[in-house]
Every structure is written in structure tokens, then in C-alpha cells.
């Protein structure tokens, strides 16, 4: 203790302090910033895509969801889920599944577009569910992204933060940031309720809410009118910039101010 | 014995033999910088200041500059490029003359210490004297001595009046002290329930199991005033489980306060009031985003973590002829954080 409390002179100490405090912010909002999706389109079903879609399935997911796709202890039924769920589910790379943990996270997706949708054929086959929804139905241009946001503040800031950037749940849970989901993965995840997510179903926020939500969402995220924007995840990167990186430059100075020249 | 410690000042003598005082240590020996002794160290400090002290001169150019060819404008690109240039110049303007400043100050100007004597505080018995015989004179002279009620009345002005600013300033805070209002909502037997914001009312058919809806009182959206008011009190969190999951749709006396499934809460957290809506899906748990506290909406809204005391209040609910939900009657217990007077009818 000594030795450190006699370094603490030195007058390289305020430098390596600011090094310090930069660094762990640096670090924190690496990990912090979630990973992006990637885009899937849409394309209407046939009696082949079912067939090979159920050849993808016993490869790649009857472990888990059991070979009729009616569910294990482990991972719940898909009957009835629809193919929004698998295209959502699928298209941002959360399934299959990599490891077992609170939550799927979206990863770089195993399958391509063509093979998304044969998955998404075979499932929406085991019984009626949401489907994937149309080009036109989730194009942002067509929202009222002034209506979107009052509709966005109710239901979903309060997981998803206030413009989208996501924000900790329980127990490892997180709600993940909004800015580089597509259009039709946001719709698809409000009229499916994926993991941690409650289901916003059509009388819920009818279609065009859903619209106008992705309208607001799409504006967001792009430039900070004030600069750095820090992640836009409010007081814990502010504040760890205020007190670590701010206060720490104030101490540093002072203590330049008030040490002796050599 | 004495020993001389070098790196303090004070002398430390052997144990009880503290002196009566101690020596006056004096002060340090003068250490020359550098820049004293080598005068290309002091040319070379010489320009590094020239060089703040200029930087803060183009600083300042640069934030008169910007403030005219930089306007914020109405997008948020040119909102950000005038704040990141006004910011960085003000910076470097402000900055410029502090470090600069600084750094003369501790390299360049003279360092050399100076001891000035001060002189004895204590005035001589003389001046004491007079000063003592004036203030006996003045206190004479005013004859305020002789004129007791003066004084009282005097004093009783100077204490009383600062309550005529303390008065008005306590009375106007909080405005209303009504704490009537906070018992009620605007809930009563018959309210449809409704979407917030729209004000849709919602139908029991059409909530399904996993969804959750920010509900308000049908109506509200029509309030002439106090509509944020009522709102504050009367917002509620609706959900559909599987009836299989469900712990509790009842109330603690056994009525059955939700309908096949649905179960509608107050959204004012009970510990200090934010709005509790995180809802996971998959663990029934509604988690509050200011102290995380967590009610467990499966099990009547237990307070399963967190510094909540109490668990949400339960909106008892049912449907109407049309298929519509509506509430049985307002909350049956205050919602939101406790008050003093929250337990008195």
C-alpha cells in the first residue's frame, strides 16, 4: 500500500487514471452493443418447400422440439406457432439454438433465405398460425411515425427503452436494441411475442399501429443531434461517463494544478 | 534524545519529553526548476504558452464563426455538426487560457517564497479604552435605554417578519392537500376497459394467452380536465394466462375478481409509485424499471423481489352483455405508495 500511495504522485498517475476510466467505457459499451439481424424475404409455399422444410426440421431442430413438433422439457410445441415465429425466430439467427442460457440472443443466421422460408412452410403446415407479413404490410414510409411513438411509449419503452435501444430484464434476460432489426422481424416479434416478449395480437395494436410503431423505430437510431450519444441507454453510460470519465478529468487537473513544478 | 525525521519537518523528541513549543521549522529550501536554471527549458515553456494562449484565440474565432456559419438548422446532421464545432471550440477557447495560465504560472513565474510579518492584532490599552468610552456615548446619546417599549416593539417587528415570506411559501407547496383523492380512481362497476393511448374498449375475445394490454378507463381520453391526473391513478396492466398456470384470479375474500384467465392490475408500483409494465411472458413476472422490483402477476401480484411492500392492487373485472370487458368496481385498497394517511377510512 506504501509503494502504490507513494506512486500516487507520480505525475503520470492522472494520465494513466484517464486511460483507465477510458478504457473501461470503451469495454462496457463493447459488450453492451447488441449484434445485428439480417434480412429475410417472403415467397408463397409449396407442397415441396413443406417437404423439404420438414427435412430441415428433423435435422436441425427435432432435438429439441421433438419430432412431431409438439415440444420436450426442453423447448416448447411449434404447433400452431405459424411461420412469422420461424421466420422470426430463424431469420435473426436466435434458432437453432447454441447454448443453453436465459435467453436466445440473435446470432449470424445458419440458414439462407431460401431454407427460412421452407422451415417456415413446414411449420405453418403443423396447425394455423400468424403469418409472415407482406412487403407492404411493415414498409416504414407508409407509418405515422408521430402515432407510432405515443403507441411505442405504452407498450414497449418500457423493456425496449425510449427510442429502441433495449435495456436488462431479470436473471441474464435482456430486451435487445431495435435499430437494426428489419421492418418485418419487428412485426413479426410484436404479433408473435418471442421468449421474454408478451404478444401484441391484431386487436391489441391493429396492423397499421404496427405500421406506425415501425415508422417511429425506423427514424430512430441514426445521427445524435448531440454528439456522442453514449448508446442511448440512459443513466448507467451517462452517469459512468460523468463520474468516471468527467470527475476523474477534474481530479486529474487539480492535482496538476497544485503539484510543483520539476 | 532527538531524532530528525527527512521527510517531514517536525522534530521528534523521545517519548514525554513534548517541549513547551515546538521550533519553527522555516521554510523549505528553495529547489531552482529547470526552467530557472536552463533558459532553453524557459524558451521552450515560453512557446508552449504562446501556443495555448493562441489556440484559445482561434477557440473563440472559431465559436463566433460557427455560431453565424454553423446554425443548428432543422435536421438532426446539422444539429450535430453546429453543437460538435460550438462544443470542441468553446473547449478549446476556455481551455486554451486555463492550462496556459496554468502552465506560466507553475513553470515560468517567479517561485521564490516570502515571508511577510504580520502585525500584533491586539490593540494598545489606549485605543481599547476610547473605543469602549464611544460605544457608552452612542448608547447614551440614542436613548434607547430610556424607552423599553421601543426596543420590545422593534425586536417583535424583526422576528415576526419573516413569516410573511415563509407563510405563502410553505402553503403553496404541493398545491393540493387533499389526500381523499388519492382512495379513489375512476374506476367504478360498469367502465369498460380500454386500450392506451386509443381508448379502444377491448373485448374479452379477442385478448389472448401471452399477450399483455396497457389498459386505461374508457372515457378518460373524453376528461375535460385532470386527465393526466386520473390517468396516473387508474392505469392498469391486463393479461391472459393459461388458466393452468394461474395461481389466483380471486380476491383475498374468494370472490372471483378476473375473467377465464384475465387478470387486470393497477400499473403504480407500491413502493414508490413508476409505472410497473416489463412483463416477460414467460415467467408471469412484471417487473418494476425504477427499483426492479418484481410482482408475480400469475400469484395475485405477489411482490416476489425488490423493496415493494405490498402487491398490486387487483382491478376486479368481468364482461358485460356485448362482450366487453368492464370493471366490477374501483380497486378495493388505495393504489400506489403508501401514505400517511392511507390506512384511515
Redesign the interface.
Known amino acids: 500500500m506504501k509503494a502504490l500511495a507513494a506512486r500516487r504522485h507520480d505525475r503520470r498517475a492522472p494520465a494513466l487514471l484517464l486511460l483507465l476510466a477510458l478504457l473501461l467505457v470503451g469495454g462496457a459499451y463493447a459488450v453492451l452493443v447488441p449484434s445485428s439481424a439480417d434480412a429475410a424475404t417472403t415467397k408463397t409455399a409449396t407442397a415441396d418447400d413443406v417437404a423439404t422444410g420438414e427435412k430441415l426440421f428433423q435435422a436441425n431442430c427435432a432435438t429439441c422440439h421433438g419430432a412431431s413438433a409438439s415440444g420436450t422439457a426442453s423447448a416448447p410445441s411449434l404447433i400452431g406457432v405459424g411461420a412469422a415465429a420461424v421466420d422470426f425466430q430463424v431469420g435473426t439467427g436466435r434458432m437453432p439454438m447454441q447454448s443453453d442460457g436465459p435467453q436466445a440472443p440473435s446470432k449470424p443466421v445458419v440458414f439462407d433465405d431460401e431454407q427460412i422460408s421452407q422451415l417456415a412452410a413446414y411449420v405453418a403446415s403443423l396447425g394455423v398460425g400468424p403469418a409472415i407479413p407482406t412487403e407492404d404490410m411493415v414498409d416504414p414510409s407508409k407509418g405515422d411515425p408521430a402515432n407510432g411513438m405515443a403507441l411505442f411509449r405504452t407498450n414497449c419503452a418500457m423493456c425496449h427503452n425510449a427510442v429502441g435501444a433495449g435495456g436488462a430484464l431479470s436473471q441474464g434476460k435482456f430486451a435487445p436494441n431495435l435499430w437494426e432489426t428489419t421492418p418485418t422481424h419487428i412485426y413479426e416479434a410484436m404479433l408473435t411475442g418471442p421468449q421474454s416478449m408478451p404478444v401484441f395480437n391484431d386487436a391489441n395494436l391493429t396492423p397499421e399501429e404496427k405500421r406506425n410503431i415501425i415508422a417511429f423505430i425506423d427514424e430512430q437510431g441514426e445521427v445524435s443531434p448531440g454528439g456522442l450519444d453514449l448508446g442511448s441507454i440512459g443513466p448507467v453510460s451517462e452517469g459512468l461517463w460523468a463520474w468516471v470519465v468527467g470527475l476523474g478529468l477534474l481530479i486529474g487537473i487539480s492535482v496538476w494544478i497544485g503539484a510543483k513544478s520539476s | 534524545m532527538s531524532t530528525h525525521d527527512p521527510h517531514s519537518d517536525v522534530v521528534v523528541h523521545g517519548e514525554g519529553e513534548l517541549p513547551d513549543r515546538f521550533d519553527d521549522p522555516g521554510l523549505h529550501e528553495h529547489k531552482p526548476?529547470?526552467?530557472d536554471v536552463d533558459p532553453k527549458v524557459a524558451k521552450r515553456v515560453e512557446r508552449q504558452v504562446l501556443f495555448l494562449f493562441t489556440l484559445s484565440i482561434l477557440g473563440t474565432i472559431g465559436v463566433v464563426w460557427a455560431y453565424f456559419a454553423l446554425p443548428?438548422g432543422e435536421t438532426?446532421?446539422s444539429?450535430?455538426t453546429s453543437?460538435?464545432v460550438l462544443?470542441v471550440c468553446l473547449a478549446l477557447s476556455l481551455l486554451g487560457i486555463g492550462i496556459g495560465g496554468?502552465h506560466y504560472i507553475?513553470?515560468l513565474m517567479s517561485?521564490r517564497e516570502y515571508v511577510e510579518e504580520r502585525h500584533e492584532q491586539r490593540s494598545s490599552d489606549e485605543t481599547r479604552e476610547i473605543a469602549v468610552q464611544m460605544l457608552k456615548d452612542g448608547a447614551q446619546d440614542s436613548g434607547l435605554s430610556r424607552r423599553g417599549a421601543l426596543v420590545g416593539a422593534g425586536l417583535t417587528a424583526l422576528a415576526l417578519f419573516p413569516l410573511a415570506i415563509v407563510v405563502p411559501l410553505i402553503g403553496n407547496v404541493g398545491e393540493d392537500w387533499n389526500v381523499r383523492k388519492f382512495k379513489h380512481t375512476m374506476w367504478k362497476k360498469g367502465t369498460r376497459l380500454a386500450?392506451?393511448?386509443?381508448g379502444r374498449p377491448?373485448?374479452a375475445s379477442?385478448?389472448?394467452i401471452?399477450?399483455?394490454?396497457?389498459v386505461i378507463p374508457d372515457g378518460l381520453n373524453e376528461l375535460e380536465h385532470g386527465k393526466l391526473d386520473e390517468k396516473a391513478k387508474a392505469i392498469v396492466l391486463l393479461?391472459r394466462l393459461d388458466p393452468r398456470d394461474l395461481k389466483s384470479d380471486q380476491s383475498p375474500a374468494g370472490e372471483t375478481w378476473g375473467y377465464d384467465g384475465i387478470v387486470a392490475y393497477s400499473k403504480v408500483c407500491t413502493h414508490v409509485g413508476c409505472?410497473v409494465?416489463?412483463?416477460?411472458?414467460?415467467?408471469h413476472?412484471l417487473?418494476c424499471?425504477c427499483h426492479?422490483s418484481?410482482f408475480d402477476v400469475a400469484d395475485a401480484c405477489k411482490v416476489v423481489?425488490g423493496p415493494a411492500k405490498r402487491p398490486l392492487p387487483q382491478l376486479p373485472i368481468t364482461v358485460d352483455d356485448e362482450g366487453y370487458l368492464v370493471a366490477q368496481s374501483d380497486f378495493h385498497e388505495p393504489v400506489g405508495p403508501s401514505f400517511w394517511e392511507r390506512a384511515t377510512k
Open positions: 526548476r529547470q526552467a443548428p438532426p446532421d444539429m450535430r453543437n460538435v462544443g496554468n507553475k513553470v517561485n386500450t392506451d393511448p386509443q377491448i373485448k379477442d385478448v389472448t401471452g399477450d399483455v394490454w396497457h393479461v409505472p409494465a416489463l412483463y416477460e411472458q414467460q415467467t413476472h417487473l424499471p426492479q418484481t423481489f
